[in-house]
């Protein structure tokens, strides 16, 4: 079973007609078995946040370059390294994790690679027509691929579990408080 699948299995329970209770919220853990697949340790999942039933698309600012998605994200973050944000032009990423096999891509992004913090390659995703951040591929996670939130048709649906790297952020940049911070990476 793959990680869509099982966060849609954990989705299930909650009836569609209705908003998450509080009860519901509290009983969608987010499976050990997925943040041990990604290496992330996350105690809120995507599920408590409400159920996305529908399904995900997105692409690039003149359409050279579109996706769809059929797996639910496994998380959201912002992401606020310095990488990131001079990737974005802005003071972080905000990414929407996805598993890689769950998506079928129309047109080919080109590929940017660079060596993160970590030692580990990281290759960002642009429309070769436009320009358009899509995409991001970490080595270190080869079964997973980062949409940006900005590319999905839909952005509106992005909702942060997390901030990371934080002790990169900006000034002036002001991050909701209510999410979990980390002042580097993803907690393992």
Not at 12 to 23: A, D, E
Not at 82 to 92: E, M
Not at 143 to 162: C, E, G, H, T
Request: charged share 20%.
């Amino acid at each position: 079973m793959d990680q869509g699948e099982l966060i849609k299995r954990q989705c299930g329970s909650i009836q569609r007609s209705r908003q998450p209770t509080v009860r519901d919220k509290q009983s969608l853990a987010y499976p050990a078995n997925l943040s041990g697949a990604l290496g992330l340790r996350v105690t809120q999942s995507i599920a408590s946040e409400g159920c996305l039933t529908q399904k995900l698309s997105g692409g690039c600012a003149c359409g050279a370059i579109h996706y769809d998605c059929n797996a639910d994200p496994v998380i959201m973050f912002n992401c606020h390294c310095r990488d990131c944000q001079r990737a974005s032009g802005s003071a972080y990423a905000a990414i929407v994790v996805v598993p890689k096999a769950a998506v079928q891509m129309g047109g080919e992004p080109r590929y940017h690679k660079i060596v993160g913090g970590t030692g580990r390659a990281i290759e960002r995703g642009f429309c070769p027509t436009c320009g358009s951040h899509v995409t991001d591929k970490l080595e270190r996670l080869p079964n997973i691929l980062a949409l940006q939130a900005a590319s999905l048709d839909d952005p509106s649906m992005y909702r942060p579990m997390m901030d990371v790297f934080t002790s990169s952020a900006q000034p002036w940049d002001h991050m909701d408080p209510k999410v979990q911070k980390h002042t580097h990476g993803a907690p393992r």
